[in-house]
């Protein structure tokens, strides 16, 4: 599954400094990039949107208009057999960069867990509504796969599955993507809702919760410093499980390749392969083009 940044605009392929070979890409670029990707046999992309304006109320997340929805419509039309599977979250479209709305008048990064809920579960139903085959919530939110759930089949997605982000630490990995994503809080950290990396017995916690809220894949992130997640959420629970390998081992691995310290193709492949062992049975990474094209060969 390969991860896409969708921002608003024509014929735009603004790179990502820390991620060479990723960009932001506007919608008509996106579909170039999505098309390369399918017909090298890459099923499934996973759309992230940089949403024109931020808010409070991240507004542009759920605008029947918004990015992700736009992005979401032309790709169904161009390339009806990708699947697509959408981000579900707050913070790249919230003023502040949170991933939920932010008690008024404090700077502590102090998230309201449940009035965020209705939020992520419109922005849910949205993207079901423009097209989308998966919803992917990353916020980490309790009880939010049960509110995407109910809301869903109120509107009639009964049959929409949700992959959730069910095991998401608080890892410095993610540094590169909040430049891609343009989603770096404004002030506070995001400890009090993403996972402790320290916390094994959490992490599972974490993930039995989303199964019984209604979850259909599970998802570790990230993905080599959890190995051992990974290969614990398959065996306890033998449940499609997916793994996200993230910004930073994606740019550790062109960093190194660009020195010429690594065999950037036979380091990428031995890493998705390693996840593959541990028991993922979806692996979402940068790299995901390259990947299918080596193996094609
Ligand atoms: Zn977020």
Not at 9 to 38: C, H, N, T
Not at 198 to 224: C, F, H, Y
Not at 276 to 295: C, F, M, S
Request: glycine content about 6%.
């Amino acid at each position: 599954m390969l991860p896409l940044f969708v921002c608003p605009g024509r014929k735009i392929r603004r790179p990502v400094e820390a991620m060479p070979g990723v960009f932001q890409l506007s919608v008509d670029e996106l579909v170039k990039d999505a098309e390369r990707a399918f017909d090298l046999s890459v099923p499934a992309v996973l759309l992230f949107g940089i949403p024109a304006k931020k808010d409070f109320h991240a507004s542009g997340a759920y605008a029947p208009d918004g990015i992700v929805q736009k992005a979401v419509r032309a790709l169904k039309k161009e390339i009806p057999n990708l699947l697509l599977i959408t981000d579900v979250c707050l913070c790249e479209y919230m003023e502040h960069g949170h991933c939920g709305i932010v008690e008024p008048g404090k700077k502590t990064g102090r998230v309201l867990n449940d009035p965020t809920l209705k939020l992520l579960a419109q922005t849910a139903a949205s993207h079901a509504e423009a097209g989308a085959d998966i919803v992917a919530p990353s916020d980490m939110m309790d009880g939010r796969v049960r509110a995407l759930r109910e809301r869903l089949d109120r509107e009639g997605f009964a049959d929409l599955p949700i992959m959730s982000y069910a095991a998401k630490f608080a890892s410095a990995y993610y540094g590169p993507f909040r430049e891609a994503a343009e989603s770096a809080p404004k002030f506070g950290d995001r400890r009090s809702y993403q996972m402790d990396p320290a916390n094994a017995t959490e992490a599972l916690r974490e993930v039995a919760l989303d199964i019984q809220e209604g979850a259909d894949i599970v998802m570790v992130k990230p993905a080599v410093a959890c190995l051992d997640i990974i290969h614990r959420v398959k065996t306890e629970f033998g449940y499609p499980t997916a793994t996200y390998s993230v910004s930073a081992e994606y740019s550790m691995i062109k960093a190194a390749a660009a020195k010429g310290w690594i065999d950037e193709r036979a380091v990428t492949l031995e890493s998705l392969l390693a996840m593959r062992r541990a028991g993922a049975d979806v692996l979402i990474t940068y790299a995901a083009t390259e990947v299918a094209r080596w193996l094609k060969v």
